[in-house]
């Protein structure tokens, strides 16, 4: 049972071998560990993408039921947010709003990738696939971009697609 004492029975051995053995510690310096610098642009892991994916969905989701773009706007890429103000971002995605097509249940499925996500400059990656539900799927098509140490949204298309409700028949 974890009690008050229960942390110094797992101090005092490493204690034990510090004090027991400085001569050792002294003998040999230590030596610095050498890192690879980190990479510029670093390649997104596959759960830092769906990330990526998930909050662009769950970004635009927000904004199209509160008719506020903005948000989406800032968190964007500077090239994003100087082709795009908040008007405009509410008429692109004023066809989503119209179907009431429903982003947010693309936030409980993992996306399923279409083509290998590329970059298709050294700043600019490009990530297309679909959220499979039924009976309407979201397609998406986005692009990040590197920019202040961290990918963000630079181009954004989400499409619903029919999905097939019932297995083909052979």
């Known amino acids: 049972m974890p009690g008050l004492r229960a942390p110094a029975f797992f101090i005092a051995p490493a204690l034990l ?31 830092e993408l769906s990330k990526m994916i998930w909050s662009t969905v ?15 706007r800032d968190i964007s890429a500077q090239g994003f947010q100087i082709n795009n103000n908040a008007a405009q971002l509410a008429q692109v ?41 039924r009976p309407i799927a979201i397609g998406f098509d986005l692009y990040f971009q590197w920019e202040q140490g961290r990918w963000k949204l630079f181009g954004v298309d989400l499409q619903p697609l029919q999905m097939a409700t019932e297995a083909p028949t052979r």
Do not use: C
């Open 17 to 47: 071998a510090a004090i027991a053995s400085p001569a050792i510690a002294q003998q040999a310096p230590p030596q610095p560990t050498v890192q690879a610098p980190p990479s510029l642009r670093p390649t997104p892991s596959q759960i």
């Open 58 to 72: 769950a970004a635009v989701d927000h904004a199209n039921r509160s008719g506020n773009y903005s948000v989406l």
């Open 93 to 133: 995605f004023s066809g989503l709003r119209s179907l009431n097509v429903d982003l947010g249940n693309a936030l409980l499925v993992p996306p399923t990738f279409t083509t290998a996500p590329t970059m298709i400059r050294e700043d600019i990656f490009r990530v297309q696939g679909l959220f499979q539900l």
